[in-house]
């Protein structure tokens, strides 16, 4: 296997540093390449299109969205369609078994919408039943951590306020690949197999995601006809079929034969929210984020905390942008591990965390040439006030930014019987810390890691886009931002550019740094710049992943056209027409 091969792999090692610049100066000499116009790091042209574009993680799903769109369905209908047949195509991130957030702008309103389309906890399971288990931590798979799946409903939300096309039509592409089968793309056959050995021992999962005894290859045609009957059952009875009909009572008695607690109540009782974006400025562009329980707003608190910086003028890769970039990464998740949670169950002060005054005040904490080892949590003053990312624009200049997920790639192993779905595990999210902002507690959303993003400039439309990859996606989310602002990179080489990946700890919520945390730097960065930061007393190391995955459309207004992207960390696919 070759280093660009190896440079895919979500695999997480520490090497010794000499070695670490060998690979570095070494990846440089195999990822260079002349290129007529562009950056060498770019691995193709922006797409470039009048009518419609789609950008997802899987090139099926992204031909989907255009032959709903040239049916003349909007772009809320083709992402609805591309999302059920990700769910199909690419289990290994999502799927209907888990949460949807989404954030659309609808042009005859001029105005952007947020929607929060995640599930909350059973109302059976307490906070003394983890204590009573003798548990500190949510477990990763099985009943426990399994919340009502969110997805279905979002669907139809987003349908009932901005569809045009019948459901059936929707959702009739992802219905046909289920039963004719599919052939399964190169980074999700690795994924898929990765999957199987912590997956294959939780009830339903062998019978539907590993036929013949294991994962399906590159290649391969899979089919999975339990999806499409509940597909065709959605599709026909609406959202209420999966939450108050067959589906409902399936999955209910599925979770109390497992020893579950997610219950028919808990899914009959459960409800989106349309909720409202917040936003920050960032050197005339407007950025946007959904509220907690997501995480959206670390992203606008890196860039108000690096907004003061001229890094213009530092450039890319060095290491002065890479240090200051950091260091501000640093503090804002340290807020993220202490406030980021659901609101119905706290005063979360959103506003003053994305406040201009807040990251002035959180700025002057970082050290200009040395690493910090740790940060204080924030006090901000309270004012009233593995995953796919994908992005569809139409040709009314509607455009959806979309993300929807499992957590921990296939989700919980619990693949309720004959369903053809697995369930999501984002319940092992909750802090088990009486007292935290996101304590287990019933009914109560989980902190969630997936968030859309939208920019707006002069108030009208921009750029819609997403970064897939746990904690990877505030820090990719700001990055892709300055590499287009500051560093002056288009909407493909903003994507493909090398990332930053800054990691607290090991578990999901970050919520100790220690000792500084880990830097890794994607192959790319020049190895002196990686000596620079070490000795700036950075804990820098080599990862091959996971750098999370780009897609991403602009609007031009001027031309009135749109540029897609979509990187090559994934097997996604920008098109339009």
């Not at 890479?322 to 005063?347: C, G, Q, T, W």
């Amino acid at each position: 296997m070759g280093f660009m091969q190896l440079h895919k792999l979500p695999l997480k090692i520490q090497v010794p540093f000499h070695l670490f610049l060998f690979l570095l100066l070494s990846s440089q000499n195999l990822m260079s390449a002349d290129r007529i116009t562009g950056k060498t790091f770019a691995t193709r042209s922006e797409v470039i299109a009048r009518h419609g574009m789609a950008a997802t993680s899987q090139p099926l799903a992204t031909q989907v969205a255009l032959d709903i769109l040239k049916k003349g369905g909007n772009a809320i209908d083709a992402a609805i369609a591309a999302n059920a047949l990700l769910g199909l195509v690419e289990p290994t991130g999502n799927g209907i078994g888990g949460d949807l957030f989404a954030i659309v702008w609808h042009n005859e309103s001029e105005k952007l919408y947020g929607l929060n389309a995640s599930g909350r906890s059973p109302r059976s399971l307490t906070l003394e039943e983890f204590k009573k288990r003798e548990l500190t931590k949510v477990p990763t798979h099985g009943p426990l951590p399994v919340s009502v799946p969110g997805c279905v409903d979002g669907w139809f939300e987003l349908h009932e306020k901005f569809g045009s096309l019948p459901m059936e039509q929707i959702l009739a592409p992802a219905i046909r690949y289920a039963r004719e089968g599919f052939p399964v793309s190169e980074l999700i056959a690795f994924y898929w197999n990765r999957s199987v050995p912590v997956q294959e021992e939780w009830p339903g999962f062998k019978e539907t995601y590993m036929p013949g005894g294991r994962a399906p290859r590159k290649g391969e045609i899979f089919k999975n006809p339990m999806l499409a009957d509940t597909l065709e059952k959605i599709a026909r009875g609406g959202r209420d079929v999966f939450y108050r009909g067959e589906i409902a009572r399936t999955i209910d008695a599925f979770m109390r034969r497992e020893g579950g607690f997610l219950s028919y109540q808990d899914l009959a009782s459960h409800t989106s929210d349309w909720v409202e974006p917040v936003s920050t400025d960032y050197r005339g562009y407007t950025v946007w984020e959904l509220p907690p329980n997501g995480q959206g707003i670390a992203a606008l608190q890196i860039l108000n905390i690096l907004e003061g910086y001229d890094l213009r003028s530092m450039g890319f890769g060095s290491k002065e942008y890479i240090h200051y970039f950091v260091e501000a990464k640093k503090l804002a998740f340290e807020d993220r591990a202490k406030f980021y949670a659901d609101p119905s169950f706290n005063d979360i002060p959103v506003k003053a965390l994305i406040s201009k005054k807040y990251a002035a005040e959180r700025r002057q904490l970082i050290d200009p040439i040395r690493a910090s080892k740790d940060y204080p949590p924030g006090d901000p003053v309270l004012e009233n006030g593995e995953t796919i990312y994908m992005t569809v624009a139409d040709k009314d200049r509607n455009m959806v930014s979309l993300i929807q997920s499992n957590y921990r790639g296939m989700g919980s192993g619990m693949c309720p019987t004959g369903l053809g779905f697995n369930l999501q595990d984002r319940g092992e999210l909750f802090n088990l810390e009486e007292g935290h902002f996101n304590s287990y507690a019933p009914g109560k959303r989980p902190f969630h890691t997936i968030i859309p993003a939208f920019v707006t400039k002069d108030g009208q439309p921009y750029m819609s886009f997403g970064v897939m990859g746990g904690a990877t996606q505030p820090q990719g989310h700001a990055q892709i931002i300055i590499n287009m602002v500051d560093f002056d990179m288009n909407l493909q080489e903003a994507g493909d550019a090398p990332r930053i990946l800054h990691s607290n700890s090991s578990q999901p919520t970050g919520e100790v740094m220690e000792d500084g945390g880990l830097l890794t730097l994607e192959t790319g960065f020049p190895y002196e710049t990686v000596r620079e930061l070490a000795l700036m007393r950075h804990k820098v190391g080599v990862s091959v992943g996971p750098y999370g995955g780009y897609q991403a459309i602009l609007y031009d207004s001027e031309n009135d056209v749109y540029y897609g992207a979509s990187e090559s960390r994934k097997d996604g696919h920008a098109a339009g027409y």
